[in-house]
C-alpha cells in the first residue's frame, strides 16, 4: 500500500480496520469483476447489497440508524479503497452517504430517519440526490424545478439531470423552490406517479455507474416527506461539502491504482536489455507520481483532522476535491504512458481510472467552479457574478 510518509502512523485502528477491511474486498469482489463491467457499460448491481454488509454506505452516520458510526477520516479511508477498485463504484457509494444518508440525518424528522436509513445502510434501499437541471449545472441558484403546496400535500414538477443511481433508485432526495422561491429537500420514493428516471446511455466514462435523468410531472410529495429541519439553497450544498470531502480522498485511491500498476509494468517489461523502470524518464515519471499522491495524503489528511474537529471550512474542501482530482488524472496519464499501447488495454486499469476522472473532474462542482470558489475567499470578490 502506497504510504511514503508512514500516514499510517498518525491513524487510529478503527481508521486502518475501516481502510483495510475496504481494500480487502475491493481486492477480493470488485478488481476481478470491474473491468468487464466497464467494458459492456453496465452497474454490477448484485455489489450493493455487499456495500451495504460491508458497512460501505453510511460508515459516519450514527449506529442507531444503521450506520457505522465511524468518524470522517474512517469515511475518507473507505472512499479511498472503493474508488482504487473504481470511481464510479465510490460515486455509488458517496451519493448514498453523503447526498441521501447525510440529508434525512442531518435534516430530516426522526420518523424519517427511522424509516428511510436503516435500509440504505444496509443496501436494501439505494438512494441518488436531485439538484443539477439541464439548464442550471454550475449555477444551482437558478433552479427551475418547483413545489406547488395543495394542503396537505406538495406537488413537484421540473426536472434533475446526470443523477447517479437514478434509474435503480428507491428513494430520491430532491431540492425544488417552494412558491417563495426557498428551496426545499423531499423525498421522492420509486413509484409515485408522474415520476420517472430514464437511464442516460453512451457514456464513456463511469461506464461501471448507472447515471439517469429525474423527471416529475405533477408528483404528489405527502407532507411528511418534506425534509424539515432545514431550507434554503445552504442545504444541499452543505450535501456537496459531505460529497466533495469523499472524492478528495477517492481520488487518492484511483491515483495509488494507476501508480503501482505503473511501478509494477516498469520493472517486469524489459527494452534494450534492461526492465524499463531502469531508464531516466521513467523514473521521473515514477517519482512524480509518488511525490503528487504524498501531498494529496497530507492535504486530505489534515482535511479530515478539520472535519472531525467541526472546523473544515467549504473552501478548504474545494482546495482538497479539485487539487486531488487533478493529480489523479495526471497520475493516470503518465501511468498510461509507461505502459505504452497496454496502456489503453482493460487488461490493465489505467484507461478506465482516466476515462472515469474526467467526469470526476467535472462534476461535484467544475475544476474551474472550485477555482473560483477559492478566488473569492482570497479576495473576496465572487467572480461567477
Not at 431540492?175 to 428516471?197: C, L, Q, S, Y
Not at 407532507?223 to 450544498?237: C, F, Q, S, Y
Not at 477517492?250 to 511501478?263: L, Q
Not at 497530507?298 to 474545494?318: C, D, F, P
Amino acid at each position: 500500500m502506497t504510504d511514503f510518509y508512514n500516514i499510517d502512523d498518525l491513524l487510529n485502528e478503527e481508521q486502518k480496520i475501516a481502510r483495510d477491511a475496504t481494500n480487502a474486498f475491493i481486492t477480493k469482489d470488485v478488481k476481478p469483476i470491474i473491468e468487464e463491467f466497464a467494458q459492456k457499460s453496465e452497474a454490477p448491481q448484485h455489489l450493493i447489497q455487499k456495500f451495504g454488509e460491508m458497512g460501505l454506505f453510511g460508515p459516519a452516520i450514527p449506529t442507531e440508524y444503521g450506520g457505522g458510526g465511524m468518524d470522517d477520516i474512517a469515511y475518507g479511508l473507505i472512499m479511498q479503497e472503493v474508488e482504487r477498485g473504481d470511481s464510479g463504484l465510490r460515486s455509488m457509494a458517496s451519493v448514498q452517504s453523503s447526498l441521501v444518508m447525510y440529508p434525512i440525518y442531518t435534516f430530516g424528522s426522526d420518523e424519517q430517519r427511522k424509516k428511510y436509513l436503516p435500509k440504505l445502510a444496509s443496501g436494501e434501499y439505494l438512494g441518488c440526490f436531485g439538484l443539477t437541471e439541464p439548464n442550471h449545472g454550475s449555477n444551482p441558484s437558478g433552479m427551475e424545478t418547483h413545489l406547488i403546496d395543495k394542503g396537505d400535500y406538495y406537488l413537484l414538477n421540473g426536472a434533475k439531470m446526470w443523477i447517479t443511481n437514478s434509474p435503480i433508485a428507491d428513494i430520491a432526495v430532491v431540492w425544488a423552490r417552494d412558491e417563495n422561491k426557498r428551496v426545499k429537500g423531499v423525498i421522492v420514493e420509486k413509484g409515485m406517479a408522474g415520476f420517472t428516471a430514464p437511464e442516460i446511455h453512451n457514456k464513456w466514462s463511469l461506464r461501471a455507474s448507472i447515471t439517469g435523468e429525474l423527471v416529475f410531472d405533477n408528483v404528489k410529495i405527502p407532507k411528511e416527506n418534506v425534509l424539515p429541519k432545514k431550507d434554503g439553497l445552504g442545504a444541499p450544498l452543505m450535501c456537496l461539502d459531505s460529497a466533495r470531502y469523499g472524492i478528495a480522498w477517492g481520488a487518492i485511491g484511483a491515483a495509488i491504482d494507476c501508480y503501482e500498476t505503473a511501478r509494477d509494468y516498469s520493472l517486469e517489461r524489459k527494452q534494450f536489455d534492461k526492465p524499463i523502470g531502469g531508464f531516466q524518464l521513467t523514473q521521473k515519471k515514477l517519482s512524480e507520481m509518488l511525490t503528487e499522491i504524498t501531498k494529496a495524503q497530507l492535504l486530505a489528511l489534515r482535511l479530515g483532522q478539520l472535519k472531525v474537529n467541526g472546523k473544515a471550512t467549504s473552501t478548504q474542501i474545494s482546495m482538497a476535491k479539485r487539487n486531488n482530482v487533478e493529480m489523479a488524472l495526471k497520475v493516470a496519464r503518465e501511468a498510461r504512458q509507461i505502459l505504452g499501447g497496454m496502456g489503453i488495454s482493460g487488461e490493465y486499469p489505467i484507461m478506465r481510472h482516466m476515462m472515469n476522472l474526467e467526469s470526476v473532474i467535472t462534476y461535484e462542482g467544475t475544476h474551474d467552479i472550485h477555482l473560483l470558489i477559492l478566488g473569492a475567499d482570497i479576495t473576496g470578490i465572487p467572480a461567477f457574478k
